[in-house]
């Protein structure tokens, strides 16, 4: 890859782009493309777009950042490469069940070597953010890297080159077609969180997005204790999702969503498409 062609590297970095690679090697983005151009991304923004120093544990933990989380494990990551970059991974991993918010107040006490590699971690996140066809989530990415992430970003170069994606694709999801946003479901349920959103697209697509977070979602099989998942239907077919879920022709689906088929009854929702034979396209995140 042009990276390695680009950047001298030392040889233990070069290990680590070979372990990274067989890591992710089954993962894909949310925009289908193959995960590991993520960690190679990021470390081209530190080692060639960033302007200050980056040192060889920097590199390595830019391109383990979400190996744990993805399911491989402290022991392999501290045999291969070190305890120092095995403590610099676990600090950017999200624990089981944590919030955003919890995770982001922890990152707040973590070394400023670690606040880099999160900056251009959530960089090329956003950068990529509108390529998943999703602009909801993409407001939502940028709210909370406004919130949670921007306030422990102390470095000038990377506070300017985030503020400039935020403001990209907030300019690029305003000059579009008006976005219709419906909240379905916002649950908390003990250390439990489901949310549930829908939106129409300019396509005139129905996006009905999910994130459950906490102990009973990792329980189910998830790493990290959080479930993201994406599922599109398309125009075609939204008349008859109207049908089926009591509406009459004409009658606008994300109105008849919020009015019937909000809160608990959003479970019964997802149920009922599950079930229906409507196609619907489903990625996780």
Not at 234 to 261: F, H, R, S
């Amino acid at each position: 890859m042009y990276i390695e062609e680009a950047v001298h590297m030392t040889s233990l970095v070069t290990k680590a782009f070979g372990f990274m690679r067989r890591a992710h090697a089954s993962h894909k983005r949310k925009q289908g493309t193959p995960y590991a151009e993520h960690p190679e991304a990021v470390f081209n923004i530190l080692t060639n777009e960033f302007e200050g120093p980056v040192s060889e544990n920097m590199q390595i933990i830019a391109l383990l950042h979400d190996t744990l989380e993805m399911g491989e494990t402290e022991e392999a990551i501290a045999r291969e490469f070190g305890s120092e970059v095995l403590n610099g991974v676990k600090l950017l991993t999200r624990q089981k069940g944590q919030s955003f918010e919890d995770y982001a107040a922890r990152l707040r006490t973590a070394p400023k070597e670690i606040h880099l590699v999160k900056a251009a971690d959530r960089l090329h996140n956003l950068r990529d953010a509108l390529l998943s066809g999703d602009p909801a989530w993409a407001l939502e990415y940028v709210r909370e890297t406004r919130e949670h992430v921007l306030p422990f970003i102390d470095d000038a170069w990377f506070s300017t080159k985030l503020n400039e994606a935020i403001s990209e694709i907030e300019q690029s999801v305003s000059s579009s077609k008006s976005l219709r946003v419906v909240t379905l479901r916002n649950i908390r349920s003990g250390s439990n969180r489901f949310n549930l959103r829908a939106h129409i697209d300019e396509a005139g697509c129905l996006h009905i997005d999910g994130q459950d977070l906490g102990p009973v979602t990792a329980s189910g099989g998830s790493e990290d204790g959080e479930y993201e998942y994406f599922k599109t239907i398309d125009a075609e077919y939204i008349p008859q999702v109207i049908t089926l879920l009591g509406g009459k022709p004409g009658d606008d689906i994300l109105q008849l969503l919020a009015q019937n088929w909000s809160g608990e009854r959003s479970f019964e929702l997802e149920r009922i498409l599950g079930k229906s034979g409507v196609p619907i396209r489903v990625s996780v995140w």
